[in-house]
């Protein structure tokens, strides 16, 4: 067992739907889609979200046993406002 650690911002950023078509996209890392994040069974996952968005964000995990805190439910964590960053554990 490992802990893993990732760095993921959230911006709005510019994507190239195809040579002739770009867009103002939103994602992590300026990625779409954004980057894998890798796990074994019994891994803690450390996950900063930096969020550079214009409006507040959480990310709701899919999958995966968790504390409700960690959920990224409206329910049970505070969203992320635009400049703060979270930790994900």
Sequence with gaps: MQTRYYNL???EFNWNVSESKQITAWG???????PVLRGEK??????KIK???????I??????QLPS???GTGESQ????????FEYR
């Design 9 to 11: 911002t959230v911006s």
């Design 28 to 34: 992590f890392n300026k990625q779409l889609p954004g």
């Design 42 to 47: 019994g891994d803690t996952m450390v996950i």
């Design 51 to 57: 969020n550079e968005l214009q409006e507040p964000t």
């Design 59 to 64: 990310i709701h995990w899919h999958g995966i």
């Design 69 to 71: 805190s960690m959920d």
């Design 78 to 85: 505070k969203p992320i406002l635009p400049g703060e960053e």
